[in-house]
Protein backbone atom coordinates (compact mmCIF):
# COMPACT_ATOMS: atom_id res chain seq x y z
CA UNK A 1 0.00 0.00 0.00
CA UNK A 2 1.31 3.17 -0.62
CA UNK A 3 1.28 5.23 1.97
CA UNK A 4 2.65 8.21 4.47
CA UNK A 5 3.55 7.79 8.04
CA UNK A 6 4.61 11.01 10.23
CA UNK A 7 6.61 10.75 13.72
CA UNK A 8 7.96 13.18 16.33
CA UNK A 9 4.88 14.64 17.63
CA UNK A 10 4.23 15.16 20.83
CA UNK A 11 3.90 17.97 23.92
CA UNK A 12 6.59 20.13 24.63
CA UNK A 13 6.70 23.55 26.92
CA UNK A 14 6.98 26.68 24.80
CA UNK A 15 10.11 27.68 23.10
CA UNK A 16 11.10 24.30 22.71
CA UNK A 17 11.85 21.96 19.30
CA UNK A 18 10.19 19.19 17.76
CA UNK A 19 11.59 17.11 14.48
CA UNK A 20 8.68 15.36 12.58
CA UNK A 21 9.65 13.05 10.02
CA UNK A 22 7.58 11.76 7.23
CA UNK A 23 8.57 8.62 5.48
CA UNK A 24 7.41 7.05 2.72
CA UNK A 25 6.83 3.32 1.59
CA UNK A 26 5.22 1.79 -1.66
CA UNK A 27 6.46 4.61 -3.73
CA UNK A 28 9.38 6.78 -4.10
CA UNK A 29 9.10 10.71 -3.07
CA UNK A 30 12.09 12.25 -4.89
CA UNK A 31 9.91 13.10 -7.89
CA UNK A 32 7.11 14.22 -5.82
CA UNK A 33 6.74 17.64 -3.69
CA UNK A 34 6.25 17.04 -0.31
CA UNK A 35 3.63 19.44 1.83
CA UNK A 36 3.35 19.67 5.71
CA UNK A 37 -0.15 21.16 6.60
CA UNK A 38 -1.95 21.18 10.41
CA UNK A 39 -5.21 21.33 11.67
CA UNK A 40 -6.04 22.63 15.17
CA UNK A 41 -9.61 22.11 16.54
CA UNK A 42 -12.00 24.89 15.19
CA UNK A 43 -9.37 26.02 12.89
CA UNK A 44 -9.48 25.44 8.91
CA UNK A 45 -6.48 22.93 7.41
CA UNK A 46 -3.00 25.47 7.25
CA UNK A 47 -0.49 25.10 4.50
CA UNK A 48 2.89 25.06 6.79
CA UNK A 49 5.51 24.29 4.60
CA UNK A 50 6.54 22.32 1.50
CA UNK A 51 9.53 21.53 -0.17
CA UNK A 52 9.59 20.55 -4.16
CA UNK A 53 11.55 17.78 -6.17
CA UNK A 54 13.74 20.33 -6.64
CA UNK A 55 14.74 21.61 -3.25
CA UNK A 56 12.53 24.90 -3.42
CA UNK A 57 11.06 25.60 -0.17
CA UNK A 58 7.79 27.35 1.07
CA UNK A 59 6.68 28.65 4.98
CA UNK A 60 3.57 29.77 6.31
CA UNK A 61 4.54 33.75 7.60
CA UNK A 62 4.07 32.51 10.57
CA UNK A 63 6.77 29.65 10.93
CA UNK A 64 9.46 31.43 9.16
CA UNK A 65 12.56 31.43 10.85
CA UNK A 66 11.45 28.91 13.32
CA UNK A 67 10.68 25.91 11.00
CA UNK A 68 12.84 23.98 8.45
CA UNK A 69 11.73 21.45 6.13
CA UNK A 70 14.37 18.88 4.62
CA UNK A 71 14.52 16.16 2.36
CA UNK A 72 16.38 13.21 2.40
CA UNK A 73 15.58 10.61 -1.08
CA UNK A 74 18.10 8.50 -0.18
CA UNK A 75 15.85 7.59 2.82
CA UNK A 76 12.92 8.56 1.24
CA UNK A 77 11.94 10.39 4.32
CA UNK A 78 10.95 14.55 4.40
CA UNK A 79 11.04 16.67 8.13
CA UNK A 80 10.01 19.15 8.98
CA UNK A 81 12.19 20.83 12.39
CA UNK A 82 10.28 22.75 14.26
CA UNK A 83 11.67 25.56 16.88
CA UNK A 84 11.34 27.61 19.45
CA UNK A 85 7.59 26.24 19.37
CA UNK A 86 4.45 28.36 20.34
CA UNK A 87 1.00 27.59 21.79
CA UNK A 88 -0.03 28.50 18.59
CA UNK A 89 1.55 25.82 16.94
CA UNK A 90 -0.38 22.91 18.57
CA UNK A 91 -2.01 21.41 16.32
CA UNK A 92 -2.31 17.67 14.36
CA UNK A 93 0.32 17.94 11.59
CA UNK A 94 -0.09 15.98 8.10
CA UNK A 95 2.41 15.27 5.66
CA UNK A 96 1.57 15.16 1.88
CA UNK A 97 2.70 13.76 -1.56
CA UNK A 98 2.29 16.02 -4.63
CA UNK A 99 3.05 14.08 -7.90
CA UNK A 100 3.37 17.38 -9.36
CA UNK A 101 6.58 17.74 -7.84
CA UNK A 102 6.08 21.46 -7.28
CA UNK A 103 4.61 23.07 -4.25
CA UNK A 104 1.65 25.44 -5.90
CA UNK A 105 1.15 28.64 -4.20
CA UNK A 106 -2.33 30.16 -4.37
CA UNK A 107 -2.58 33.95 -3.06
CA UNK A 108 -0.07 33.21 -1.24
CA UNK A 109 -0.73 30.13 0.59
CA UNK A 110 -0.26 26.49 0.10
CA UNK A 111 -2.55 24.88 -1.65
CA UNK A 112 -3.81 20.92 -0.62
CA UNK A 113 -5.47 20.33 -3.96
CA UNK A 114 -2.83 18.30 -5.82
CA UNK A 115 -1.15 16.17 -2.98
CA UNK A 116 -2.46 12.48 -3.46
CA UNK A 117 -1.25 10.76 -0.32
CA UNK A 118 -1.83 12.21 2.64
CA UNK A 119 0.02 10.61 6.19
CA UNK A 120 -2.69 10.04 9.44
CA UNK A 121 -1.45 12.91 11.35
CA UNK A 122 1.05 13.12 14.15
CA UNK A 123 -0.43 15.64 17.56
CA UNK A 124 1.75 18.37 18.17
CA UNK A 125 0.88 20.20 21.52
CA UNK A 126 3.00 23.06 23.14
CA UNK A 127 1.91 23.74 26.26
CA UNK A 128 3.50 24.60 30.02
Known amino acids: QLQLVESGGGLVQPGGSLRLSCAAS????????IGWFRQAPGKEREGVSC???????YYVDSVKGRFTISRDNAKNTVYLQMNSLKPEDTAVYYC??????????????????????WGQGTQVTVSS
Open 96 to 117: AASPRGLCLIFLNHLSSRDYAY
Open 26 to 33: GFTLDHYA
Open 51 to 57: ISNGGST
